[in-house]
T-cell receptor
Framework: DAGVTQSPTHLIKTRGQQVTLRCSPK?????VSWYQQALGQGPQFIFQ???????QRGNFPDRFSGHQFPNYSSELNVNALLLGDSALYLC??????????????FGEGSRLTVL | GNSVTQMEGPVTLSEEAFLTINCTYT??????LFWYVQYPGEGLQLLLK?????DKGSNKGFEATYRKETTSFHLEKGSVQVSDSAVYFC??????????????FGQGTTLQVKP
C-alpha cells in the first residue's frame, strides 16, 4: 500500500519564478493538506483541499495556491518566489468521516531552494 | 491565537536513560494534542495522541498525558534506545474533537541517543 508520495523531492528556483509541487495521497484518502517547514522550525499549515475545494487556509499570501484533482491528488503552486519561500513542503493526506478529518499521513516532502 | 511551545533541543541522552520533552500549549476550546516524530530522511509520523483532558496517549513505550490544568502534554519514555534518535514535534488541532487537518506545531526537539 503506497503511502503519500510527493514530487519532486528537491528543486532549485530563482526569485520571481513559479513552482508547482505535486502530491498523491495514501490509497483510500480523500483530503490533502499542505504544510511549509522552514529549517529548524515546525511545519506551518498552508491549506487543506477536500472535494476539490480549498476548505481551510492558514496565514499565507495569495501567491500560494492549490488544486485538487478528481483522483484526490493535489498540487501546490507558489508564484513570484521569494528567498523566504525556501523550505520543505509537506503534503499530508487523510480521510474525512462524519465531517471530521482523520489521522494525517505525511509524505517525505519537497525541498525547495530559492536563490 | 493558538500556539505550542516545546523545550529547546538538542537533547542528548545515553541509551536506557529516561526521556522527558516538555510541551505546553495555548488554545481556546478543547484541542486534541499530538506528538509526531520525524526520523532522518523520512516524513512525519504520528507517535501518539490524546483528545480530551486526562487522556493518556501511548505508543512504542512513549507516553503523554493531556493536562488541561497546566496546559501541558509532556512526552516521556522510561528507557530510550539509539533508534529513538529523531526530531519530535508537539502539535494541537483546533476543534472540539478529532483532527481538522489543520495542526499547529511546536518548533521541534531533536533527540540524540548515544550508545
Amino acid at each position: 500500500d503506497a503511502g503519500v508520495t510527493q514530487s519532486p523531492t528537491h528543486l532549485i528556483k530563482t526569485r520571481g519564478q513559479q513552482v508547482t509541487l505535486r502530491c498523491s495521497p495514501k490509497s483510500g484518502h480523500d483530503t490533502v493538506s499542505w504544510y511549509q517547514q522552514a529549517l529548524g522550525q515546525g511545519p506551518q499549515f498552508i491549506f487543506q483541499y477536500y472535494e476539490e475545494e480549498e476548505r481551510q487556509r492558514g496565514n499565507f499570501p495569495d501567491r500560494f495556491s492549490g488544486h485538487q484533482f478528481p483522483n484526490y491528488s493535489s498540487e501546490l503552486n507558489v508564484n513570484a518566489l521569494l528567498l523566504g519561500d525556501s523550505a520543505l513542503y509537506l503534503c499530508a493526506s487523510s480521510l474525512v468521516v462524519g465531517g471530521v478529518t482523520g489521522e494525517l499521513f505525511f509524505g517525505e516532502g519537497s525541498r525547495l531552494t530559492v536563490l | 491565537g493558538n500556539s505550542v511551545t516545546q523545550m529547546e533541543g538538542p537533547v542528548t541522552l545515553s541509551e536506557e536513560a529516561f526521556l522527558t520533552i516538555n510541551c505546553t500549549y495555548t488554545a481556546t476550546g478543547y484541542p486534541s494534542l499530538f506528538w509526531y516524530v520525524q526520523y532522518p530522511g523520512e516524513g512525519l509520523q504520528l507517535l501518539l495522541k490524546a483528545t480530551k483532558a486526562d487522556d493518556k496517549g501511548s505508543n512504542k513505550g512513549f507516553e503523554a498525558t493531556y493536562r488541561k490544568e497546566t496546559t501541558s502534554f509532556h512526552l516521556e519514555k522510561g528507557s530510550v534506545q539509539v533508534s529513538d534518535s529523531a526530531v519530535y514535534f508537539c502539535a494541537l488541532s483546533e476543534l472540539f474533537s478529532g483532527n481538522t487537518g489543520k495542526l499547529i506545531f511546536g518548533q521541534g526537539t531533536t533527540l540524540q541517543v548515544k550508545p
